[in-house]
């Protein structure tokens, strides 16, 4: 069994920062890619930043300069520090990563249970 623990979301004024964690924890095996996506109300869940194994990382449009997201493989967590925040980065916050609970074992994603992230102009 696999858990994801989100913390770090919250209210703060436009032009403030937050950063967000993600640990998971359980099974696991090996863990691939690291994800935030985020959902606002009436629209649809979009990726907001992720990171491979490798490093790798992919931003969207909307967050470049502004987002930065890493990884501590040590502590199977990942980060998404959030500065310049405005009100169109309202939305809850969710973590997905893609693991494997065992060697022989599929690669899986996992949701976090989603953090409030409210930024009030």
């Known amino acids: 069994q696999v858990q994801l623990v989100e913390s770090g979301g919250g209210s703060v004024q436009a032009g403030g920062s937050l950063r967000l964690s993600c640990a998971a924890s359980g099974s696991i095996f090996a863990i691939n890619f690291m994800g935030w996506f985020r959902q606002a109300p009436g629209k649809q869940r979009e990726l907001v930043a992720g990171?491979?194994?490798?490093?790798?990382?992919h931003y969207a449009d909307s967050v470049k300069g502004r987002f930065t997201i890493s990884r501590d493989n040590a502590k199977n967590t990942v980060y998404l520090q959030m500065n310049s925040l405005n009100a169109e980065d309202t939305a809850v916050y969710y973590c997905?990563?893609?693991?494997?609970?065992?060697?022989?074992?599929?690669?899986?994603?996992?949701w976090g249970q989603g953090t409030q992230v409210t930024v009030s102009s």
């Open positions: 990171i491979t194994n490798d490093g790798v990382t």
């Open positions: 997905n990563v893609d693991l494997k609970t065992t060697a022989w074992a599929l690669l899986r994603g996992y």
